[in-house]
């Protein structure tokens, strides 16, 4: 497996004891054949898809296998043809899963997008401090989401949480609210720390497309009679459309396939109700130890992620083509 | 005049102030809450003298206990380590397959640019069940390098991607004159355009650093023995002791796990930034 890297280091390493007289004399053969474009491509991309097609699509394509199959650890298993595909569909904590997935997903992302607009509109306005505020928002992000996450699950901690200590002292409650305890509140949970997480990421990549847009247009439409909204609505909004129709599409696909939140979170609990697809098949195929079931549910979110990537890539064309 | 200004307080200032808040406040209570005595972590939220919000005896208990009782040190060098060399393979072959995509002309270039795009968006949770297998065959499971060889998969194609970009963005007459003057084209590539690209490297590399330091689920399956475990899972596996969670200890943990890739962000917040537009940019 090393070996392919360590040749092309050696090429390149080879390459520079012939530079030092370029030239001067008869083209060594190594740099002839780095002449050739084609030849050179060829060898500079084949570090990158030598990884990629050994831990992308090999896994892919043994993914496939193993999901047509009864293995399990330890046991080679043979071929079942859908069977794992029909068992995960009539199993109700997958479908309940496949549903959190989606609940989960449409949710976290509008608010993203309505949280992380408000915010970059916010930062496109001088003021002092401005770069501190932006650093400062990022953090979210920055910091791994396991251990955030912690934070966040300590602070709906049905004992001690914080939260609840704040409502219940400003008089908004009388008793301890469920946050991680009811399936429907934890649910909702984790959309809200999923939010506090990804907003960032929309509010910085939407704020760089913000300061693209000229402020000509907007004194423009302001001489024009447009209101704040309207300008907002018919300036802002086209010229930055297609910058969140991109950060739309890369969200939808990460929080479709979250995972570390709900393990940390609720741990797909209570009672299986706050699964999702990723986090249940940890569970069937690597906690169970059912690798062909488990590929087969975690082959379930391919379908959904195979139109996202289709619209992102036709998108793009049209860029490119515009 | 005082309508102006009434108005810039109502939608200006005080949703930011409540946005700043709401995004930091969860940082306040790790370190609160890692630096507060258990007598008190585990008071009654009815008590009378209950101070949620600060401390009146700060200690350091929790934070020596994680350097000295447990694994953490040795998570957080593990992390460190892992992070660094995967970034390392992926910023070169990042650099090399960038800059072939975005310069050279040859055959299937369009269709290698797009799968390498579409294995950008192919999230670590789709393929991990097979990947277990595969590190199982290659006698890699249990060893830094099942995640060394795995986090490039969803590193390659990023830095690829954005410094194709970058790349795009140099003059191709540099290289021209170059090679004019006798330069090869492998010589130019080298000497000209990749030190011009060294902002969009340090992004890409900034951005790829805290990706792996952030990775989850690779570390989670592949990595077994306490010692070899990376920060994010240690302290989820190790630090909870059968159904207990010590709150001191585990906030610690993860206050202590974040300040590097937190102190390496805030040296490059302009790059990390400019990496992150960079990779949604079509």
Partial sequence: ?322 | MIERRWKTWMFFYVPLTLLVIGTLFPFYWMLITAIRPDAELYRSWRAANNTPFWTLAPTLDHVKDLLARTTFPQWLWNTFFIAVVSTVISLFCGLLAGYALARLRFPLAGALGTSIFVTYLVPPTLLFIPLANIIREFQLGNTPWALILTYPTFLIPFCTWLLMGYFKTIPKELEECARIDGATRFGAMIRIVFPIAVPGILSAGIFAFTLSWNEFIYALVFISSPERKTVPVGVVSELIRGDIYFWGQLMAGALLGSVPVALVYSFFVEYYVTGLTGSVKG
């Fill in chain 1, 1 to 322: 497996m090393k070996k392919p890297i360590a040749g092309g280091a050696g090429g390149a390493a080879g390459l520079e004891v012939a530079l030092p007289h370029p030239g001067t004399s008869q083209p060594a053969p190594l740099t002839r054949f780095l002449e050739n474009e084609r030849l050179l491509a060829g060898l500079l991309l084949a570090p990158a898809v030598l990884l990629l097609g050994v831990f992308i699509a090999y896994p892919f394509v043994m993914g496939l296998w193993l999901s047509l199959s009864s293995t399990s650890v330890g046991n080679p298993g043979a071929f079942v043809g859908l069977q794992n595909f029909v068992k995960a569909w009539n199993d109700s904590i997958f479908r309940t899963a496949f549903w959190n997935t989606a609940f989960y997903t449409v949710w976290a992302t509008l608010f993203k997008l309505a949280l992380g607009m408000w915010l970059a509109l916010l930062l496109n306005r001088h003021f002092r401090g401005k770069r501190l505020v932006r650093a400062a928002m990022l953090l979210p992000f920055i910091v791994p989401t396991v251990l955030s996450t912690f934070a966040w699950r300590w602070m709906f901690d049905p004992t001690f949480s914080v939260l609840n200590w704040v409502l219940y002292r400003s008089g908004l409650i009388v008793t301890k609210l469920p946050f991680l305890s009811d399936g429907d509140w934890a649910l909702w949970a984790a959309i809200v720390v999923n939010t506090w997480r990804g907003m960032p990421f929309f509010a910085i990549t939407l704020l760089a497309g913000l300061q693209t847009i000229s402020p000509d247009l907007h004194e423009a439409a302001s001489l024009d009679g447009a209101n704040g909204w309207h300008r907002f609505w018919h300036v802002t909004w086209p010229l930055l459309k297609p910058v969140t129709i991109v950060v739309v599409v890369f969200s939808v696909i990460q929080t479709f396939s979250d995972f570390q939140l709900i393990y940390v979170l609720t741990g797909g609990g209570p009672a299986n109700s706050t699964h999702l697809v990723a986090t249940y098949a940890y569970q069937v195929g690597v906690a169970a130890g059912l690798l062909g079931e488990g590929a087969a549910i975690s082959l379930f979110m391919f379908p959904v992620l195979l139109v996202v990537v289709w619209v992102q890539l036709r998108y793009l064309r049209r860029l490119e083509g515009a």
